[in-house]
């Protein structure tokens, strides 16, 4: 588009419409005022009279054109503002999507930063907390700026401010140190350390009220991002420890199978690396095999050479697991690790992909661990058998997918 097309008054519709609408309603009607009055003025007065007419006329075209550009400019001017806090509120509304789905500080934090830059167009943003000390510090930073110790002593200031009243804060920022106003909103750090969020915009003498309205709104946001991660954390930790104290507690209680739930853990995870399970899959299989024989902890001692009362542990696993909320997800995956890909497994004789993935890794898994570690009532078989064998059980026993996967595994293993 050239210069000139670009500030014409016709380059918009809005300027479009207007000047139609100007030429309709003001320029056609004084024009036709003047034609008729001209020709309707008695001849002996006619050009006094039309002289002061066509004046008149003149002024309040030239009024009426004045008002047209200075309503022209209040319209641009509105449009202009209602856009920025559209695009504003379109920006607050994708970081609550994207800060509800973030489950790390570290990651809640960074994209608060960058939220906060976007939704009100500063030059950066950044997370103040205060630490176990008491002090304040910058713990997130996004923008093209380095450090300048005028804007650090405002936006301190601002924090400081934000903290102890509970209210947005702004404060000028000197020309030295690249000018504008420094911003900060309170917002706590999922409930251990308080913090602001912040941001520096040079080109501003202060924030208009509704971007600073967006701001704090995005503190809020932050501050339940930061506690939905941090009780995310604690039930990682939970679930964690209390799995780990099981597998210590079923280790105690067999005895002579100690370490096997972490052993197939481990060749679970090497066989669903080989077949490139997501992060989130390979996390719950894990946790999956680490309990996979939690229901041994049902069948009493006396019974465990009882084999219809072993083949039911897998169906006691998954009742144990089934009514806790954190382990829910993990119960399927316990219950069929015994099924067999032809149908022929317990407790349900699923076949084929009616069986869920991560089960028939795990059984693979446990088969070779099964086969490779020493017993009370066994010795361990050489590893080339064991895997010769779990070979000749693919289709039957085992998917032959997972299968190949394993002895993908096993060679790389061997290999390192």
């Not at 509105?78 to 509304?93: D, T």
């Amino acid at each position: 588009m050239s210069r000139a097309r670009r500030f014409s008054v016709f380059a918009l519709p809005l300027d479009r419409a207007a000047s139609v609408a100007y030429l309709l309603g003001a320029v056609v009607p004084l024009g036709a005022l003047a034609w008729v009055a001209t020709r309707r003025l008695h001849p002996t007065t006619a050009d006094v009279h039309a002289n002061w007419f066509i004046l008149a006329l003149g002024l309040i075209g030239a009024l009426s054109l004045l008002a047209f550009f200075v309503l022209r400019r209040a319209a641009h001017d509105a449009l202009r503002k209602v856009a920025r806090e559209n695009a504003s509120l379109g920006r607050l509304l994708a970081a609550s999507r994207s800060l509800a789905a973030a489950t790390e500080e570290h990651e809640v934090m960074r994209l608060a930063a960058e939220a906060a830059a976007a939704v009100t167009f500063a030059r950066n943003g950044f997370i103040v907390a205060r630490n176990r000390a008491g002090e304040l510090g910058v713990r997130e930073r996004v923008g093209p700026e380095g450090d300048h110790p005028l804007r650090s002593v405002a936006l301190i200031e601002s924090a400081e401010n934000a903290l102890i009243t509970l209210r947005p804060a702004m404060r000028a920022v000197g020309a030295e140190g690249g000018g504008g106003i420094v911003a900060a909103v309170p917002c706590s750090m999922g409930g251990r350390l308080a913090g602001v969020l912040a941001v520096w915009q040079p080109e501003a003498d202060e924030l208009e009220p509704s971007e600073l309205d967006t701001l704090a709104t995005l503190g809020s946001l932050t501050t339940i991002a930061l506690r939905n991660s941090d009780l995310r954390d604690a039930e990682r930790n939970f679930f964690t420890h209390a799995t780990n104290l099981l597998v210590a507690t079923l280790d105690l209680y067999l005895g002579d199978r100690v370490d096997h739930s972490r052993r197939v853990a481990g060749l679970a995870n090497q066989i669903a690396h080989a077949l490139e399970l997501s992060d989130a899959r390979r996390e719950r299989m894990h946790f999956a095999a680490l309990l996979h024989d939690i229901g041994m902890l049902r069948v009493r001692r006396e019974h465990v050479d009882d084999l219809e009362m072993i083949r039911r542990h897998a169906e006691l696993g998954d009742e144990m697991l089934r009514p806790i909320r954190v382990w829910e997800d993990l119960a399927p995956l316990v219950r069929h690790h015994h099924e067999w890909f032809d149908g022929r497994g317990y407790p349900d004789g699923l076949a084929g992909e009616s069986i869920p993935l991560e089960s028939r890794i795990i059984a693979v898994a446990e088969a070779y661990d099964a086969m490779t570690s020493d017993k009370s009532y066994k010795e361990a078989i050489p590893i080339e058998e064991a895997i010769d064998r779990i070979r000749r059980a693919s289709g039957s026993q085992f998917d032959p997918v997972v299968v190949d996967a394993f002895v993908e595994s096993r060679r790389e293993s061997e290999a390192i």
